[in-house]
């Protein structure tokens, strides 16, 4: 299992820019790859964008060119930074991180709200 910490939410204006943290702990040694999903008020929980480690990434069409994802290894952290960010951003974001297998291996914390708004 991995635990995992998410920050960085908070409200933006249309616009503007948002850059989430989450670090990993326990067993990092099973992680194949991290990535940032989000569940947007009356919609599923949806994959943001994944960085597996050799640095491959994976984005949503929401988010490609408007958000960038990196990891630092050394501190078992995963970022995202969003740029240009809409209403339609507003979502409640979460880390997570799977194995090889494409297994989850952390559970659904509270995540950390986004809202863009006026």
């Known amino acids: 299992q991995v635990q995992l910490v998410e920050s960085g939410g908070g409200l933006v204006q249309p616009g503007g820019s948002l850059r989430l943290s989450c670090t990993a702990s326990?067993?990092?040694?099973?992680?194949?790859?991290m990535g940032w999903y989000r569940r947007a008020p009356g919609k599923p929980r949806a994959l943001v964008a994944a960085m597996n480690n050799e640095g491959t990434t994976n984005y949503a069409d929401v988010a490609q060119g408007r958000f960038t994802i990196t990891r630092d290894n050394a501190k078992n952290t995963v970022h995202l930074q969003m740029d240009s960010l809409n209403p339609e951003d507003t979502a409640v974001y979460y880390c997570n991180a799977i194995d090889s297998g494409l297994n989850l291996l952390g559970s659904w914390g509270q995540g950390t709200q986004v809202t863009v708004s006026a």
């Open positions: 326990g067993n990092i040694a099973s992680i194949y790859a």
